[in-house]
């Protein structure tokens, strides 16, 4: 089956022809932990989340890098103000030293890999640090200026975008469309407005400094993915994931700098960008103040695969307009879909080749652009299907969720109250004595206190409705 993608680069959907039969490298903005991570950047998690359960499903193998920038991450793209770490123990009322950054560091770093886990994803295989990756990083900005690519200024070594004729294709601009906070005025030796800072000098306040050939320092933010990348996934691969914020800026000066220093093009083949999540109309961010983390929604009652329920259900080349209203829907859709594929009978007999058309249907579905919500809706679909038995269909389900991530199949152990429990067993005496008028209406019961029973051969299974 033919996997489509839309390819950045491009502007359209191109079949997925990976540098390597049969394997696909990887690499994926990470974190900067500074701050928790709010549910946009948990969006992000799970498109890319998606993108490597489809391949997998593809029959792919994979290796997944998704950094960690713990270092050179500035509060402006335009190499401005002060690193966010530096500002995140400022906040934190820290001391201000390396012992601190590091600290914040962990904090961070572990609460976003809670998040990510409670939403079902599968972690990368390697999440390198900014700071253990120096070395790499000084390694490739040599290879730059050996090209003739970069001069020096009062701020630190600056990469020429003039010299790189293709600056800006990724966003389809040319150079003077591109306008990253008149830098000239702020830093009047940079040759071009959209010249960048591979290595920063003369910063005597910065907690982080490294010994480089031009001068104690710290890495620009750019050159972390460049010399990240190279290490774990050679000087050419296949997919780069990112926020749609990170084309004109970020993703530019990356393939900038990586084609000047190992000479590939395209440095990478495919480039997919996450729309962004909105409070009505608006991009959540946190220098906005307008954000919800995952612990927020789980305080109001959601759970955290209520919200991934929630993002499949958009294309993740679209905007998703995040409400509590629109998050209860998918939460009761959600909790509807796992309970009935739950309570499917799988005694019943399976026919193969009403197995193998539904899956191949789904694979068409998912391999064109990697179409959750499609996805989503044929699993409705399917359980619907009354030409189906409960055993087909939930094998089907099964399988479908190799891709959705929603833990269809598996029963959650639930802490039911006293007083429910002990109508359960009033109505457990009920159905041996055949007492079936009984039986029912204690069910009743039971629903109005928020739980379902179940009865099969095994016993009766309790869930919450």
Known sequence: MVLKLYNTLTRK????????????GMYSCG????????IGNMRYALFVDLLKRILAYDDYKIKHVMNIT?????TSDADEGEDKMVKAIKR???KLNKESMLVIAKKYTDFFLRDINKLNVILPDVMPRATEHIKEMIEVIKKIEKKGYAYKTSVGL??????????????????EEMKFGERVEVDPERKNPTDFALWITNQPNHIMQWDSPWGKGFPGWHIECSAMSWKYLGEQFD???????HIPVHHTNEIAQSETAFGKKPWVKYWLHLRWLKLKGGKMSKSLGNVYTLSDLEEKGFSPLSFRYLCLLTHYRKPLEFSFESLEMAQNSYERLKNIVLSLDRSQKKNKKNIENAEKQFLEIINDDLDSSRGLSFLWEILRDERLSDSEKYELAEEFDKVLGLNLGKEEKIKVPENVMKIVNEREEARKNKEWKKSDELRDKIKKLGFAIDDTKEGYKIRKV
């Open 70 to 74: 713990d270092v050179g991450h500035l």
């Open 31 to 38: 974190p900067t932990v500074y701050w928790y991570q709010h």
């Open 13 to 24: 959907k191109e079949v997925f022809t990976p540098v390597k039969k049969g394997f696909v």
């Open 92 to 94: 934190e009322g820290l």
């Open 239 to 245: 997919i780069h994931t990112g926020g749609e914020e």
């Open 158 to 175: 600056i990469f020429d975008t003039s010299k790189f004729k293709d600056y800006g294709k990724l966003a389809k601009l040319n150079p």
